[in-house]
């Protein structure tokens, strides 16, 4: 059985820099598109960033570009996603996802076979 597990959330002041840790078991992670969605109360999941299978080709949001970057090693089976400079309009429920479509598929269509279960980032002001 496939699990990704977030971790790395929590409440956090404005233009702190919080990590987030999406760690993969049940399968290697190693040829998978990841990427990271986030949903604010009252709205809909939005996506945040993607990278691809080798890590070699990254995309993101443009509200977070420049201040959030994400990487992997897929020795550790692990995605990250560094975010700095951290805004209230950033609070929101963070999602990994493990993809085997394109990264312009899961960040157009948010096409995932697996999902994590989310974490919780708050920013206060």
């Known amino acids: 059985q496939v699990q990704l597990v977030e971790s790395g959330g929590g409440l956090v002041q404005a233009g702190s820099s919080l990590r987030l840790s999406c760690a993969v078991s049940g399968r290697t992670l190693g040829g998978y598109t990841m990427g990271w969605f986030r949903q604010a109360p009252g709205k809909g999941r939005e996506f945040v960033a993607a990278?691809?299978?080798?890590?070699?080709?990254?995309a993101y949001i443009d509200s977070v570009k420049g201040r959030f970057s994400t990487s992997r090693d897929n020795a550790k089976n692990t995605v990250y996603l560094r975010m700095n400079n951290l805004k209230p309009e950033d609070t929101a429920v963070y999602y990994c996802?493990?993809?085997?479509?394109?990264?312009?598929?899961?960040?157009?269509?948010?096409?995932?076979?697996?999902w994590g279960q989310g974490t919780q980032v708050t920013v206060s002001a």
């Open positions: 996802a493990a993809s085997s479509k394109t990264m312009t598929v899961l960040q157009s269509m948010g096409e995932a076979d697996y």
């Open positions: 990278i691809s299978g080798g890590g070699g080709m990254t």
